[in-house]
C-alpha cells in the first residue's frame, strides 16, 4: 500500500464520466522488430517520471466520483505495479499485412484486436477501480513476420490528446528523448471553468446555430433512447454485416487531393479547409458513390472536438491539459443525395464550419447550460430513414509518434467495449492517412469505396 500522505488525489471532470468512463481506447502498432525489455522498461520509466500514469483510479462516494490517487512522494512499495504488461509468443503465425507506401490508396487487411489486448485488460474506471489496476496496459503478441504492440488506456482518464501525451512520454523513455512531465493537480481547471460558464450569464446567443444542429441530432440518455441506439448498432451487424475496414491514403495521394481542394478554394474564394476536412469530405462522399445518387435518406455526422485551443485564451494550462477536453459537433441538416452530388470541397466547407461553429465561448456555454436540462448527458440520436455518423479525428493527439525502433508496418484503433455504429477515426501513419472504419461499413459502402481507391489509382479520380 501507498500512504495517503505520499499522494494527491487527481480528480476528473463531468466529460471525463460522461458515457466515455465505461470505454477503454487501444493503439495497435504493429513493428518489423521489437526490442520487448527495451519497451517495458521505457513503460515503467515514463510511470515513474510520469506519476499520473502510476495512479490508481477510485470512487469518492462523497462527491460521487471518479477521481485518480496518484503517488507523489517517496518510495513505491516492491510489489507496486507501475503499469500491466503482458506477452505472447507465436513463432509459426504470420500477420497478414498490406503493403502501402506514399502512392497507395488501398484498404488494409484489419488484424484481430487479441493480438494488441491481453483477455484480462480491462475497459470501464469502475473497474479500474474495483481491481485496483495499473492505469497504462502494454501487450505485445511476437509474431514469425512482425510484433504488434497494442497500449490501452482507460477513456474516462485521457482523450486522444491526452493518449498523445503518453504516447510522447513512453517514445521518450524508450528513445532517450528529453521530454517534461505534464502538470498534475489535486483540481480539475476543465470542471471549474465549465462550472463557471455555465452558472454565469449566457455570452452571445444562448443557442448559437452549431448547438441548435447538435440539439437536433443528439438526445437524452434514457432507456428509450438507449434501446434505439442498442438496435441501430444491431441492425447494421446483424441485417447489413457491416465489416470493420481501414483505407490508407500515401502522402503523394493526400497532397494531389489537397492541392486540387485548395485551387478550387482559392478560386472561389468561399473559405479555408484543411486535410481533414478534405478527407472526411472523401471518405463519406466515396461510400454513397453507387447508392448516393438516389438514396432518399438523410445524413446526419457528428463528431468529437476538442475544446483546449478555446479556453487557452484565457488559461494557458489547457494547452497541455490531459483528460478528456471534448464536446461533440454536428453537421447542418443534409441528404445523402446533396452530399453525393456536392464537390469535396463544399462537403469539406460544411465540416469546417461546423468546426468553427461550435470553437467559442456562446457554444460551450450553450451546451452546458442545455445538457442538464435533459437530464445531464446526450447521446447520438437515431432516427428511420437518417444514416447517422460519427467522427474522431486523432491526427492533433500524434498518437502514431511512437518509434519502436523498426518501420511501422500497420497502425489501428479499438474503443471498448461499445461503440455506435457507422463510427471512423482519422489517424495519421508513415506519412499518409488512415481512415478507419472500426465499427463496421456496409459491403456495399466498402464496394463503392474501392470503386474510388481505384479511380485514384488510375489517375482517375471519381470523388473531386
Known sequence: MVSAENTMVVPLSGIDQNGVHTSSITFGYVVARLDVEALEAAAI????????????????????SFQVRVPVSGSLPKDYALVKFTTSKLPSTKLPITPFDDSSATFLERPPVKLFRHSSTLNSLSDYASKKAPILSLHVSLMANCACVGMTLPHGIFDATGMGQVVQALNSCLNNLPWTPPKISSSSILAEELKR?????????????????????????????????????????????????????GSNVVQEMVANVKKQAADEGKGWVSTGDILVAFLLKAAYLDEGPTSPNALTMSAAVSLRSVLAAT??????????????????????????????YEFALIHRKAIEDMRNIP???????????????????RRKGTDSWLLSNQVVGGVDKLDLGSEPLGFWHWMLPFMPDHVFTVNKLRGGYILDGFSGVRPQRLKAIEKALEGIRRGEPLVV
Open 363 to 381: 457554444y460551450i456555454q450553450g451546451y452546458e447550460k442545455w445538457v442538464p436540462s435533459i437530464g445531464g448527458a446526450a447521446i447520438p440520436a
Open 315 to 344: 488559461n494557458r494550462d489547457f494547452e497541455s491539459y490531459t483528460h478528456n477536453a471534448l464536446l461533440p459537433l454536428a453537421l447542418p441538416p443534409l441528404t445523402v443525395q446533396q452530399v453525393s452530388s456536392m464537390s469535396l
Open 197 to 249: 460558464l455555465r452558472e454565469s450569464e449566457s455570452v452571445g446567443d444562448p443557442c448559437p446555430p452549431g448547438l441548435v444542429n447538435l440539439q437536433r441530432d443528439f438526445t437524452s440518455v434514457n432507456v428509450k433512447n438507449v434501446l434505439t441506439l442498442g438496435a441501430s448498432c444491431a441492425t447494421e451487424l446483424l441485417w447489413h454485416r457491416v465489416k470493420p475496414a481501414a483505407i490508407y491514403l
Open 45 to 64: 520509466r515514463a510511470a515513474e517520471e510520469w506519476r499520473l500514469l502510476a495512479g490508481r483510479v477510485e470512487w469518492n462516494a462523497t462527491v460521487k
